[in-house]
């Protein structure tokens, strides 16, 4: 195969393409940011892009977001991220409703280099490879209404949880009061309450937003 490898990691970077060209791969490109990945990959075009989530300059989740940005410029190009953490949210992105030509291993649960090397070549070939860590989290997090909240919908959500009124919320935002309560209407829709009467509406939108703060402080 011909493989990208992105990680900021010269170490870690130098040993999987040695790994890798003793079992026969070429290396097109070794790479130590995500900058213009997108057409530095569509100019090559490798089998697989091998890429960590956290990457330079913040070290947050560059990768992720870049691996994104390759499939939805090239939608068909395999990408394998390999990382130490799960981030949930630009997971759930990239694998959308089709993971195929996607892998998504935790470098600490790879044990058999024979198994990573079967998991490359499941990408290539258009399957995909997902850690069961990962899988119960992407689960984990499409279980929960507040997941299928947009942006700006939790902006909304969490300006009504310091109790602002819609016209407090559209002067914070700098939209009309009507769009604010747009995203009001579609928060109630997406957490199951528009049939639910009166005020408590909000109340128990702000107690599943306060619920979920909690939640992700515990983890």
């Known amino acids: 195969m011909r493989l990208m490898l992105v990680d900021d990691s010269v170490l870690l970077r130098e040993g999987l393409a040695r790994l890798l060209a003793d079992e026969g791969h070429e290396i097109v490109a070794s790479l130590g940011d995500t900058e213009g990945l997108p057409d530095r990959v569509a100019a090559v075009r490798p089998d697989v892009v091998v890429l960590d989530v956290r990457m330079p300059p913040t070290h947050t989740d560059e990768g992720l977001r870049a691996a994104t940005a390759i499939r939805e410029r090239l939608p068909r190009q395999p990408v394998m991220v390999l990382s130490q953490y799960v981030e949930r949210r630009l997971a759930g992105e990239l694998l959308g409703d089709d993971a195929s030509g996607v892998g998504y291993l935790l470098k600490d649960r790879v044990m058999q280099v024979d198994d990573f090397l079967s998991a490359l070549h499941r990408v290539a ?43 407090g919320i559209a002067a914070c935002l700098h939209v009309s009061r009507s769009a604010v309560e747009k995203h009001v209407a579609s928060v109630f829709g997406k957490l199951g309450l528009s049939q639910v009467d009166g005020y408590s509406r909000r109340v128990l939108a702000v107690l599943r937003h306060l619920a979920a703060a909690d939640s992700s402080t515990m983890e």
């Open 125 to 167: 070939e258009g399957g995909s490879a997902l850690d069961p860590e990962v899988v119960r989290r992407l689960l984990d997090r499409r279980a929960d209404p507040l997941a299928r909240l947009s942006g700006r919908e939790r902006e909304v959500l969490a300006l009504m949880a310091e109790g602002h009124t819609n016209a």
